[in-house]
């Protein structure tokens, strides 16, 4: 838009005129300086804080302690140490899963937080910063158990399920008998007292309890070798702000935070 205020009017409607003219003949304005240009980061700096989407009820990566104290957890610790490299203050939103991207995309927030797994579908849509959590999937076992060492072994075991998880599709490909239950605690239980064989589910969720319940008396007894990776989710062409971020998890995990963190919450490094 020419902004150019003349006295000499005959400038003015020459110069609407051309317009005009350029605009017959398919050409088009060229770009202001800003036209297009990515402000993710500088937005972000502007403001002070990076506002980050995450559940508050996705223990141990997302809650509040003790049920209703400050909200903590694995993602919430890793995002605090990027907004400091940052040199920002990281603000949380806490979002239902089912509504987490709307948000994004309607400019709620300016990345998620939340163990959002990182496939083609989503990369088609979205920005993804460098993974922050690798996994993969395991077969959880009674630790005397020798007879499962492999996903093979699992053909005529019994082993206990969420049938609407993608690990029940991997133990039925695997030819296991698949016990219905609603989730990892029902299923583990059902493991420890020997009514089922087996659980197949993310390793994070067995570092996890393993961590809080070392005498479990269980056992990894196979692992896949495809692995799963969490990152951080930004909206489609926030390039300036996902590099900023990669820089700021390059640092944590060159200086050992990412490492200290995982440690606290897993008992190992899950973060590489």
Known sequence: ?????????????????????????????APSATSGSDTSLS????????????EGTYKPFSFHAEGAGDLTGFDVEISKAVADKLGVKAKFEETQFDGIFAGLDAKRFDTI?????????????????????????????????SSITSFESLKGKTTAQSL??????????????????????QGVTLVRQGRVDAIVNDKLTYLDYAKTNPDSGLKIAAETTEKSESAFVF?????????????????????????????KYFGADVTK
């Open 1 to 29: 838009m020419n902004r150019l205020h003349t006295r000499r009017s005959a400038i003015a409607a020459s110069l609407a005129g051309l317009a005009l003219a350029l605009s017959a003949c398919g050409g088009s304005q």
């Open 43 to 54: 937005d972000v700096k502007s403001k002070g804080e990076i506002v980050i989407a995450t």
């Open 113 to 145: 937080a939340n163990q959002i797994s990182v496939n083609a579908e989503r990369k088609a849509k979205y920005d993804f910063s460098t993974p922050y959590t690798v996994s993969t999937g395991v077969i959880v076992t009674k630790a005397d158990n």
């Open 164 to 185: 609407t998880s993608n690990f029940y599709k991997m133990a039925v490909d695997a030819g296991a008998n698949v016990q219905s239950v609603e989730g990892w605690a």
């Open 235 to 263: 909206r489609k062409g926030s390039t300036e702000l996902t590099s900023a971020v990669d820089k700021a998890l390059a640092d944590l995990r060159a200086d050992g935070t990412l490492a200290k963190i995982s440690e």
